[in-house]
């Protein structure tokens, strides 16, 4: 079971991005996948989930409006697609499995596999 | 907005209890999970559900869950569990999120 984060990199204030996530080893349109992200020398920050089917997608308030979690359970890659950036959206972002049985609906949320992560830096 | 707090910092000896605390309004209601993060690493989740263990974490680890805080506990605390460590849950109070503590550093003196 893995999962690999890509497409971080340099980028100037109000500049686009797209993260992906290509994961491996288990039945990716089985489970919820997350984006959460780290600031550095900070805490981990959950940054949004999507559902299997891609029917649901929940996002941090800072970056809605701005990002869009996605994803295609073909090529078995989530993807967040990140606009406008600010200097404060640079972290390392993480993608991450839901857990077994993980809902939202039921209070019941967690992250079982994670990618080592890429690094996004805004800044001009 | 849901709030989870947690102590900056623990310190205990090798082969001693740690604990670690992660208070919420009722929280008890809720499902914590935990994770450890090693300096440079990606996070590890060691305890989802309150207190069940993923596998290949080593029965050291455990949760409890009640009232206003949960607790990981750490048994026989050896050097390689110095890390920091987050509580999580999922809020919806508000809206649908997932909301993370501060996060607690662990050394082992």
């Known amino acids: 079971v893995q999962l690999v984060e890509s497409g971080g990199g340099l980028v100037q204030p109000g500049g686009s991005l797209r993260l992906s996530c290509a994961g491996s080893?288990?039945?990716?349109?089985?489970?919820?996948m997350t984006w959460v992200r780290q600031a550095p020398g900070k805490g981990l920050e959950w940054v949004a989930n999507?559902?299997?089917?891609?029917?649901?997608?929940y996002y941090v308030d800072s970056v809605k409006g701005r990002f869009t979690i996605s994803r295609d359970n073909a090529k078995n890659s989530l993807y967040l697609q990140m606009n406008s950036l600010r200097a404060e959206d640079t972290a390392v972002y993480y993608c991450a499995r839901g857990g077994p049985h993980s809902d939202p609906l039921d209070y019941y949320y967690y992250m079982d596999v994670w990618g080592k992560g890429t690094t996004v830096t805004v800044s001009s | 907005s849901f709030v989870l707090t947690q102590p900056p910092s623990v310190s205990v000896a090798p082969g001693q209890t740690a604990r670690i605390t992660c208070g919420g309004n009722n929280i008890g209601s809720k499902s914590v999970h935990w994770y450890q993060q090693r300096p440079g690493q990606a996070p590890v989740l060691v305890v989802y559900g309150d207190s069940d263990r993923p596998s290949g974490i080593p029965e050291r680890f455990s949760g409890s869950n009640s009232g206003n805080t949960a607790t990981l506990t750490i048994s026989r605390v050896e050097a390689g569990d110095e890390a920091d460590y987050y509580c999580q849950v999922w809020d919806r109070s508000s809206d649908h999120r997932g909301v993370f503590g501060g996060g607690t550093k662990l050394t082992v003196l």
């Open positions: 999507i559902k299997e089917d891609g029917s649901e997608k």
């Open positions: 080893g288990f039945t990716f349109n089985n489970y919820w």
